[in-house]
């Protein structure tokens, strides 16, 4: 930790922000980010995480940033199919690995470099646009809908971090419902010894999953400049 | 359940309990508990895990965990654990900010301990 006295801020954001692009135009390829308990979440988390996991996530941007580094390399090659493919093997290899890179970072610089702290069903998530996001069921909201949420407890840019006492007044992120959904089966097994009782109930817990277009309306708030 | 699916759920264990059925299914219902109990700890351990996290992450800057969170709830700033060890990980800038406002909400008491820089004495040039 003493290691981030490097201008670090939003590294986070940097380094996902190439799997979300290769995300928007493979719908198949979608890395989750950390499950909320840890921790982004994990993410990514989590406790994951999501984090958590989240968290998940969050704890688990390493190998998040290799999974988006495959993926580059796996989807890259179909925006590249008109090469001759009667050339020998390592000339094509060679040459789209360097349009694979340049791509990538001129593609990156689409993100708007901010994130936000925001609280939904009780939990707290940092969220980014652009990512997507596995929250408690929410009711009444079906597939598609835009949603605005007003609980967000702090914003934060390149350059001015806003702290919300408790709440930054007239913030808003907004998110597009993607699906409503259950979470992994989990097994319920409770168990007495000596007195034959066993109860095996199976459970998922319903689960909604949002995707974050942006965070908007904090600009009036006072805020604390960086020194960066 | 039946056999299979015990033993579907005991890949990977020792000995005999992977393949045999009635150790397994001793074995698959001790690990079911666990995983009951364990969900339940898994909560009490995140929380102790973010707050060493946030614990070094204001000592760095001249607080300690228990001053740095009574300041941050005399500003009601309702940030939670997982939240505020995320940010003093990744976002450096922003958790100075807060470490900032909360020793000016409650400077403390005097007796924090920064922690000393140890130098190795191998790596010292003579």
Known sequence: ?228 | MNKKEILKLAKGFRGRAKNCIRIARERVEKALQYSYRDRRNKKRDMRSLWIQRINAGTRQHGVNYGNFMHGLIKENIQLNRKVLSEISMHEPYSFKALVDISRSAFPGNKNVVLPTRKVNVSSINV
Request: glycine fraction near 4%; charged fraction near 20%; proline fraction near 9%.
């Open chain 1, 1 to 228: 930790m003493a290691s981030s006295a490097t201008f670090t801020t939003l590294f986070l954001s940097s380094s996902f922000a190439a799997h979300c692009n290769i995300s928007n135009h493979h719908r198949q390829i979608s890395s989750p980010k950390t499950p909320p308990l840890s921790i982004f979440k994990p993410l990514s988390l989590k406790l994951t995480s999501s984090l958590l996991l989240p968290k998940t996530p969050t704890f688990s941007s390493i190998p998040k940033s290799s999974e988006s580094d495959a993926a580059v390399v796996d989807v890259e090659p179909d925006n590249t199919e008109p090469e001759p493919q009667t050339e020998s093997e390592p000339e094509p290899e060679v040459e789209p690995e360097p349009a694979q890179v340049v791509e990538a970072s001129n593609e990156e610089p689409k993100r708007e470099e901010i994130f936000a702290v925001v609280m939904i069903g009780g939990r707290q998530y940092i969220v980014f646009p652009g990512r997507y996001l596995y929250t408690q069921r929410l009711k009444g909201a079906n597939v598609d809908d835009k949603i605005v949420l007003n609980k967000v407890l702090l914003v934060g840019t390149k350059t001015t971090t806003y702290i919300g006492k408790p709440v930054v007044t007239n913030a808003a992120v907004h998110a597009v419902v993607e699906e409503q959904g259950l979470n992994p089966k989990v097994v319920v097994f409770k168990y007495k010894k000596k007195k034959n009782y066993r109860r095996n109930i199976g459970h998922r817990q319903p689960n909604t999953r949002i995707r974050i277009t942006g965070i908007t309306g904090y600009q009036d708030y006072p805020a604390v400049t960086l020194n960066s």
